[in-house]
C-alpha cells in the first residue's frame, strides 16, 4: 500500500511539473516577437511579458496582439540628449474638436466611479479640443475602460496608440488594486496616464525608465515615434502625470503636462 501511494505521489508531481512546463512554454516569447518589437525600437530587455490572452505587455502598461506588433513600423531616430521631455507618438487622435465618449465597467465602485470623473474633468478643464464625456453605453464608447484581477505588479495597461484617428480602446485596470476597499490615491492619475496612452502621449521617462521606475533604461520608439513637445522641459519632469511608473501618489497635471497637452489638442 506504501508503495503505491509513493507511486501515485510520484505520478500526480510528474503530471503536476509536467502542466507548469506546458504553461511556461505558452507564455514564453517568441524570438520572432522579439525580433519585431526590437526592430521597432523597443529595448525587449524592459517589461516585455506574455500574457495569458496571448497578446503582449511592453512598456509595463501597454498591450499589444500579435497581429500589432506585426504591423509596428521601423524604428525612428531619436535626437541625442533626449530624456524626461514630453513626447508624443506620431499617431494622434484626428477630426478635431471632437467629443471622446469613455465607458467605465459597471463593476466599479464608487470610488473608482469618482476617480474616473475627476480624470476626465482634468482633461476637460484645459478646453482642448478633445471632450470626454461618459456614456455607460460600452458598444458607443471610444474608449472604454474595463476591470481585470490579478496579484501581479500591473495596475493597468491600454491597448496602445491611436490608430485610423481614433483613440485607442480597451483600457483595462487591475481590480486587486483600483476598489472600493483599498482606495487608492493614485486611481485618477492612473485613468488619466491610461487615457493619456489612448490619445498618443508617451511616458514622459520613455528614455530612463529609471527616473520613476528605480530601474530600466529606454523604451524604444515602440515603431510609433517620440516627437518631443515644443515648450515643455529639457530636465527632468518631476510628477507628470505620464511617467512610467506610479508613486501612489495622485498626479493632476502640472504646468508642463498643461503645455504637452494644450500643444497637441
Known amino acids: ?30 524570438p520572432k516577437i ?19 490572452d496571448g497578446t503582449y505587455l511592453v512598456e509595463g502598461d501597454i498591450k499589444l496582439t500579435e497581429a500589432q506588433i506585426s ?29 471622446i465618449y469613455v465607458y467605465l465597467d459597471a463593476g466599479f465602485g464608487t470610488y473608482m466611479r469618482n476617480s474616473f470623473n475627476t480624470a476626465l474633468s482634468r482633461y476637460n478643464a484645459l478646453g482642448l479640443t478633445l471632450n470626454f464625456q461618459s456614456t455607460t453605453n460600452a458598444s458607443a464608447a ?8 490579478e496579484n501581479s505588479n500591473t495596475l493597468g495597461f491600454s491597448a496602445g496608440f491611436p490608430t485610423g484617428g481614433d483613440p485607442a480602446s480597451p483600457i483595462q485596470l487591475n481590480t486587486y488594486y483600483y476598489n472600493n476597499t ?58 507628470s502625470w505620464m511617467l512610467a511608473c506610479s508613486n501612489g501618489t495622485d498626479r493632476p497635471f502640472t504646468s508642463a503636462d498643461q503645455t504637452a497637452l494644450t500643444t497637441v489638442y
Open 71 to 99: 504591423k509596428l513600423d521601423g524604428a525612428v531616430n531619436l535626437s541625442p540628449g533626449a530624456d524626461e521631455e514630453h513626447y508624443r507618438t506620431t499617431n494622434l487622435v484626428t477630426s478635431t474638436p471632437r467629443t
Open 1 to 30: 500500500m506504501r508503495k503505491m501511494y509513493a507511486t501515485c505521489c510520484v505520478a500526480i508531481l510528474f503530471a503536476a511539473l509536467s502542466c507548469q512546463e506546458q504553461e511556461e512554454a505558452k507564455n514564453e516569447v517568441s
Open 182 to 239: 483599498s482606495q487608492r490615491a493614485d486611481a485618477a492619475t492612473v485613468i488619466a496616464h491610461e487615457i493619456g496612452h489612448a490619445i498618443g502621449f508617451r511616458h514622459t521617462d520613455y528614455m530612463r525608465r529609471r527616473y520613476s521606475c528605480g530601474s530600466g533604461g529606454t523604451e524604444g520608439t515602440a515603431g510609433v515615434g517620440a516627437v518631443y513637445i515644443p515648450g515643455t522641459p529639457t530636465g527632468p519632469s518631476a510628477n
Open 142 to 149: 471610444d474608449i472604454q475602460i474595463l476591470s481585470f484581477y
Open 34 to 52: 522579439v525580433e519585431q518589437l526590437n526592430a521597432a525600437g523597443f529595448d525587449t530587455s524592459e517589461g516585455l511579458s506574455k500574457l495569458s
